[in-house]
């Protein structure tokens, strides 16, 4: 997509929002939006090449620019991790929370078959940008670790909220805290798996042993060289 069509992207956004509460994230909504936003349907395809899914897109990966903004407003140098994370996701769902009804018709196109790569995709922008966002800056195994588990947690808890008519989404937010708490759990003890592992002997050190053994003929049966 190019960036001088961003403007008209975002026109779209906001006029689809409105007709995506009836007729959801469909071709008749995208025309309908074309219209209120007063721009031509072919510069609309131009702008959305694939249409409601386009704009689908681009409603959902807004959500990672508004939660990036409102966490570089926070001062996070004197939290935990875990309210890092907590306070990433609660902003991150908050940025849908002015158009549930339309998100809620946008979470269910996307669990239909057909789509579930873009759903993958929109996920796994969404928990990286979280962990870069609160400052993470790991590169190793634990890389695709957090990433997944962080996964899990905003999947079950953003469908979780949808759902959720407390006042002020607090059952959601309680949610949350018992996920985070279950993962931070995992995380604990699997960090204390790696540190037992890491004072076992190598097994590449004991097959390195066993093997210069056999190639010096000291192997034997009953205590005696294979060569006497």
């Known amino acids: 997509m190019n960036d001088h069509l961003e403007p008209l992207r975002a026109a779209l956004v906001q006029a689809m ?9 469909s071709e008749k909504s995208f025309q309908a939006a074309a219209r209120d936003a007063g721009i031509e349907e072919g510069l609309a395809w131009l702008a959305a090449p694939r249409g409601a899914i386009s704009l689908l897109e681009r409603y959902i990966d807004g959500a990672r620019t ?16 875990r309210d890092r994370i907590a306070l990433a996701v609660r902003l991150w769902i908050d940025y849908f929370a002015a158009h549930r009804e339309a998100t809620r ?12 790569a873009l759903a993958t995709r929109l996920m796994a922008r969404a928990v990286d940008e979280m962990w870069r966002a609160i400052g993470d800056r790991s590169a190793d195994f634990s890389f695709y ?7 899990g947690v905003l999947s079950a808890t953003f469908l979780y909220w949808l759902s959720d008519e407390s006042a002020d989404y607090v059952e959601s937010w309680a949610f949350l805290d018992r996920r985070i708490d279950n993962v931070m759990a995992i995380m604990t003890a699997r960090r204390k798996i790696e540190g037992l592992m890491e004072k076992l002997p190598s097994p590449f050190r004991l097959l390195a042993r066993r093997s210069t053994s056999y190639s010096s003929g000291e192997h034997s049966s009953g205590g005696y060289s294979s060569t006497g």
Do not use: S, Y
């Open 17 to 25: 929002l409105e007709h995506a509460v009836f007729d959801g994230w």
């Open 66 to 81: 508004h939660m990036r903004a409102q966490l570089a407003a926070q001062d996070l140098a004197g939290r935990r991790i």
């Open 105 to 116: 018709r946008a979470m269910t196109l996307l669990a239909l078959p057909g789509h579930g």
């Open 145 to 151: 670790t957090k990433r997944g588990l962080l996964a």
